[in-house]
Nanobody, 120 residues
Framework: QVQLEESGGGLVQAGGSLRLSCAAS????????MGWFRQAPGKEREFVAR????????YYADSVKGRFTISRDNAKNTVYLQMNSLKPEDTAVYYC?????????????WGQGTQVTVSS
């Protein structure tokens, strides 16, 4: 069974940085796309970034492009989201998700989320 466990959230001042981690277990992820999503209070969940595990190709939402970087460590089966120049509007619960490309475009597995709070 695939499990995703996020960590690294916390409280940071505007302009600061945080690095989120997503430890993935239960299988190999060569055929997966790994994504980060976030959900702010009263808002719908939104896409943040994704990475194709096998190639390392990345894609970002416009709102985080140039500030956030997604990466993966094959040896540790871990995906990271480095967040720099944080803004109060980045405050949200951040979720890691995994999409098995064999099953289509929808994300199949989700973590429990980690809270990121950016103070002004």
């Amino acid at each position: 069974q695939v499990q995703l466990e996020e960590s690294g959230g916390g409280l940071v001042q505007a302009g600061g940085s945080l690095r989120l981690s997503c430890a993935a277990s239960g299988r190999t992820f060569g055929g997966f796309v790994m994504g980060w999503f976030r959900q702010a209070p009263g808002k719908e969940r939104e896409f943040v970034a994704r990475i194709i595990w096998s190639s390392g190709n990345t894609y970002y939402a416009d709102s985080v492009k140039g500030r956030f970087t997604i990466s993966r460590d094959n040896a540790k089966n871990t995906v990271y989201l480095q967040m720099n120049s944080l803004k109060p509007e980045d405050t949200a619960v951040y979720y890691c998700a995994a999409n098995n490309l064999l099953n289509g475009p929808d994300y199949d597995y989700w973590g429990q989320g980690t809270q990121v709070t950016v103070s002004s």
